[in-house]
């Protein structure tokens, strides 16, 4: 096993929206945040398997501007404030991503990046390591290293990578032949049956100077923006050069392309969680093949995920159907069409919907809000600040704001005034005046 001093460097990629994940995942709290799988949200997962060979500070997540609040957010509530966050300005792939981490890199040449998508779920952590481990000595020999999934059964939503003659003495990774975007059902089947080939994982390891030689070589107009961003990497340098990058995978641009590609083949426990279906897949069914998570009853359905949040749901009679309910949006659809639900995400954001940004309650460091009711003039919420934590100091010049305290005790700024307010008890906030709310005490505010 290659020791914590190696010169592994992890760089997680988090800009991905989960559209498929809709209504739970929104533009501002998209997947890679989610609690689906545990406590830890799936980037917190992701970062830990990590870990044991990586350490934070030789880790960077690469995720678009507009998701950093979420983000942070993620990383203060484990205490990994010191990971690096590389802002894209806008989603161009995984090759602008992976070049703009390589990059950052640039002068540490022969560093080994090790590419994790944030989303994933792998269950074999030994054996994760035990790939990292292999992964690295290929991509010092000047491999670009990909990680491919022994198939478990014909699947039509995965890319396929076929494996050539063999690249090391002990016959554990290949030469990548070709890789096969998502087959249909006999083409996949012939691939199970055949072997030598394996699911594209998405992940990958590479020697810094390896991946942007190779980006120079077959992406030679995502370089030189790359270059002008070595070069400067002010805001608004970095998003005029953004602007002119294709919007190319990694895989696309280069890995089908180059010659020194090496695939290792894995069995991990490994899903994409790529739709609600995944999901359905990862949890133990019923004696009707139903999952169940939250508050629901069900009589007499069959092979069906039901997922709420908050409100009790009864289903009856359904068959192969995914229910997602959560407090301001529900999803119903058949289980065969849930790779559609993005399309759904891109009407409703067509329409305007706010439904597709945020939830109605939001996390923030200091706890969080939710939005109980609004109207023309008018917006109700309940907030909740945590043990020993405070709003911003804030000032709004065409709004009052009235406190109510329903439980605990606030310490309120408000102008020049600085005062506690228990519960039962209200403050009225003028417009244009200085106001902030905070929690002193060992209680929720």
């Avoid at 917006?379 to 605990?408: C, F, N, T, Y």
């Amino acid at each position: 096993m290659i020791s914590q001093d190696n010169q592994l460097f992890g760089v997680i990629l988090a800009g991905g929206s989960g559209t498929r994940f809709w209504p739970l995942s929104r533009s501002q709290y998209p997947k890679q945040v989610l609690h689906l799988l545990g406590s830890d949200s799936m980037l917190q997962a992701t970062m830990g398997r990590l870990l044991p060979m990586i350490p934070l500070d030789q880790m960077a997540i690469v995720t678009n501007a507009s998701q950093e609040p979420a983000i942070r957010l993620e990383l203060y509530r484990k205490g990994w404030e010191g990971v690096q966050l590389w802002l894209e300005p806008q989603g161009k792939n995984t090759a602008a991503a992976v070049g703009l981490a390589a990059i950052r890199l640039q002068d540490q040449p022969d560093r080994i990046m090790a590419v994790f998508p944030a989303d994933h779920h792998i269950e074999d952590q030994a054996g994760l390591l035990a790939a990292l481990d292999q992964g690295a000595k290929l991509a010092q020999a000047g491999y670009l290293v990909t990680f491919g999934i022994l198939p478990t059964r014909p699947e039509t939503g995965y890319g396929y990578i076929k494996a050539a003659e063999p690249v090391d003495i002990d016959q554990r990774a290949f030469k990548c032949a070709r890789f096969i975007e998502k087959p249909d059902l006999a083409r996949a089947q012939s691939f199970v049956t055949e072997g030598d080939y394996y699911w594209n994982s998405g992940m990958f390891m590479f020697r810094v100077d390896t991946i942007l030689q190779a980006l120079a070589r077959y992406v030679p107009e995502l370089y030189g923006g790359l270059r002008l961003l070595a070069e400067n990497n002010q805001p608004t340098v970095l998003a005029e050069v953004y602007q002119t990058f294709p919007h190319l995978s990694l895989d696309h641009g280069v890995l089908e392309q180059a010659e020194n590609v090496a695939v290792v083949p894995v069995d991990l426990g490994w899903s994409d969680v790529g739709t609600w279906r995944a999901v359905q897949e990862l949890f133990p069914a019923d004696a009707r093949g139903n999952v169940i998570l939250g508050r629901a009853l069900d009589r007499d359905s069959r092979d069906c995920l039901i997922y709420t949040q908050e409100r009790l749901v009864a289903t009856l009679g359904l068959d192969q159907v995914m229910v997602v309910d959560t407090p301001d949006a529900t999803l119903v659809c058949h289980r065969d069409r849930v790779q559609e639900v993005k399309d759904l995400v891109d009407e409703l954001n067509h329409q305007n919907c706010a439904e597709t940004q945020e939830h109605r309650t939001v996390k923030r460091p200091w706890g969080q809000y939710t939005v109980m009711d609004e109207g023309l003039g008018y917006k109700v919420k309940q907030i909740v600040v945590d043990p020993g934590k405070r709003l911003s100091l804030q000032l709004h010049h065409h709004r009052a704001e009235h406190w109510v305290v329903v439980q605990g005790i606030a310490q309120v700024t408000i102008g020049q005034e600085y005062k506690p307010v228990a519960a039962n008890e209200s403050v009225f906030v003028p417009p244009k005046t200085p106001h902030r709310l905070e929690n002193l005490t060992a209680e929720p505010l």
